[in-house]
């Protein structure tokens, strides 16, 4: 019986190995397939090269060493049998062999690396974070660049984080807590072109120490340590706010809905109406966030990653997702003609204290959803001066259609697409 049985697992696997390596070679056979000619039309109407995309297997995959790792770096390696290459352009950042991953290393599942793209890093790095600094990442999902603005913050300053969808905003609240790196983070769900709440350090300077002791002692109906279980009063509160919604003919403006937070990030101590305190608009100006990052929702043409599934999904479900006539004027009319993402950009400017700075970035290379962003958000923004990144020019990237701007693609920088813009809000 138990040599049948053993027969029986070793034919299984035998099984196993054969479907891996059919699996393997229909891969390798789509991945040989011509690009669908609409996508190569769709890219000559937006001045793009096809051999960005043939290349593609060229172009490494990323990780980041958590800061504090960095001696255990040779153990991640002879654990993963792979020699990471060290990023010189970027701290902290190592390329990989395009086709390796990292999910079932034991160095991911202890915190000590996270995937993220180069690119995406070079973004974050932008910023020029320094510690101390109150920042605001409007599209905060899945949840890598938020953590590597935490990992910039230190042990002062905050991160607020903001998402339209809770299911993909509840993965950077495991990311935070997987790489211990929510101590300092508040996480919303929001419209990031409607949100409008100002960082903690507004509240914090106007409540004495004594006051807030007692709060958290259970004196007064405040915030505590967070905990995922919410209290009785508040999952109350959130079950009549959904039945008021319910009976109204025309649906409130709800607040932000908070799904996590810090013991440091400012909210432990205040009661609701502190947090949400709303402010004049005039106000943004001097007691705003330091930095803002607007990554953007866009047609995602410029992730090469994202494009390559479609080998294996299909090209036919490529026209539908990307190249659909309506999917791509519904995204040009959303960011250009009836703004949605120029709104998202233009509330991430409003939000910011004089003096700060925003990137805007998008996994896109069409100069819809790039330059023409760019410029008229310029023309309606008197008060905002597009800045040189001086970190650039040690980056293999290339300069946009607008100065100043930046575009990385496979071919020029070895990581996937994005297009990169600073601004400088100046005094009014």
């Keep these: 019986m138990r040599l049948d049985c053993l027969k029986f697992y070793g034919l299984i696997c035998s099984f196993g190995v054969l479907i891996d390596l059919i699996v393997q070679m229909e891969v390798e056979a789509m991945k040989k397939m011509p690009l669908p000619e609409a996508f190569i039309d769709f890219l000559n109407k937006n001045g793009l090269d096809s051999s960005i995309y043939t290349a593609s297997d060229s172009t490494p995959r990323y990780i980041r060493l958590k800061p504090g790792c960095e001696a255990d770096i040779d153990e991640i390696e002879a654990e993963m049998k792979c020699n990471f290459e060290k990023v010189d352009w970027l701290p902290n950042f190592y390329s990989l062999p395009s086709h390796f991953q990292i999910a079932s290393s034991k160095a991911y599942q202890e915190g000590k ?83 409008s709440l100002i960082p903690i350090r507004v509240h914090s300077d106007s409540k004495s120490s004594l006051k807030r002791e007692a709060a958290i002692e259970g004196k007064l109906d405040v915030y505590k340590e967070w905990t995922s279980r919410r209290p009785w009063k508040e999952r109350k509160r959130a079950i009549r706010a959904r039945e008021n919604e319910k009976s109204l003919l025309i649906p409130s403006i709800q607040d932000p809905e908070l799904i996590f937070y810090g013991q440091h990030s400012g909210v432990v101590g205040l009661n609701r109406t502190e947090l949400y305190k709303s402010v004049h608009c005039g106000e943004f100006s001097h007691c705003g966030y330091d930095k803002v990052l607007v990554d953007a929702e866009c047609t995602h043409d410029g992730s090469i990653r994202h494009i390559q599934k479609y080998e294996q999904w299909g090209w036919t479900s490529l026209q539908s997702r990307v190249l659909n006539a309506e999917r791509t004027d519904e995204l040009t009319t959303l960011q250009v003609t009836n703004p949605s993402i120029l709104r998202l950009l233009t509330n991430g400017f409003k939000l910011l204290k004089v003096g700060g700075f925003v990137i805007y970035s998008t996994c896109s290379l069409t100069v819809a959803q790039n330059e023409e962003v760019v410029e008229k958000f310029l023309l309606e923004n008197p008060y905002a001066e597009l800045l040189e990144i001086d970190a650039a020019n040690k980056w293999p990237c290339k300069s946009g259609r607008i100065p100043k701007t930046l575009r990385f693609d496979p071919l020029s920088s070895q990581t996937s697409g994005l297009f990169v813009a600073k601004f400088k809000k100046l005094a009014i």
């Design 113 to 195: 690396i996270y995937g993220i793209d180069a690119a995406s890093g070079a973004a974050v790095s932008a910023l020029d974070i320094k510690s101390g600094d109150h920042v605001l990442d409007l599209c905060a999902a899945p949840g890598a660049k938020l953590c590597m603005i935490s990992d910039h913050l230190g042990s002062s300053g905050s991160v607020t984080g903001v998402d339209v969808a809770k299911h993909r905003l509840a993965a950077c609240r495991t990311m935070l807590q997987k790489y211990a790196l929510g101590d300092r983070c508040r996480l919303f769900v929001a419209d990031g072109t409607a949100f």
